[in-house]
Nanobody, 126 residues
Framework: QVELLESGGGSVQAGGSLKLSCAVS????????MAWFRQVPGKERERIAS?????????YYADSVKGRFTISQDNAKNTVFLQMNSLKPDDTAMYFC??????????????????WGQGTQVTVSS
């Protein structure tokens, strides 16, 4: 059974930083892209960053986080990270990591991601 387990969420003041981790229990050879999504109540889950696991660093960032967030991987530990700097109250959300069996440009929508973590809450106060 494949499991994704997020950690690193918490409460921080605006301007602060957090680093989220997503530990993958098993990495099937079919996985190609890992991503971080976030969701606030009443809104659709939003893809904010994704990384082509085998792609030498190919990545995507939503405009809302570009320049502040960085997605990275540790292949040896089967872990994906999301470094979040200069946090804003608008970043408050539940953050999820997810895996998609396609390349980066074909993994744009949440319906394409087949494995999900349980989420970790990030709260940014002003």
């Amino acid at each position: 059974q494949v499991e994704l387990l997020e950690s690193g969420g918490g409460s921080v003041q605006a301007g602060g930083s957090l680093k989220l981790s997503c530990a993958v229990s098993k990495y099937p050879s079919t996985w190609k892209t890992m991503a971080w999504f976030r969701q606030v109540p009443g809104k659709e889950r939003e893809r904010i960053a994704s990384l082509f696991w085998e792609g030498g660093g190919a990545s995507y960032y939503a405009d809302s986080v570009k320049g502040r967030f960085t997605i990275s991987q540790d292949n040896a530990k089967n872990t994906v990270f999301l470094q979040m700097n200069s946090l804003k109250p608008d970043d408050t959300a539940m953050y999820f990591c997810a895996a998609c069996p396609g390349p980066l440009d074909l993994c744009q929508f949440m319906q394409q991601y087949i494995y999900w973590g349980q989420g970790t809450q990030v709260t940014v106060s002003s």
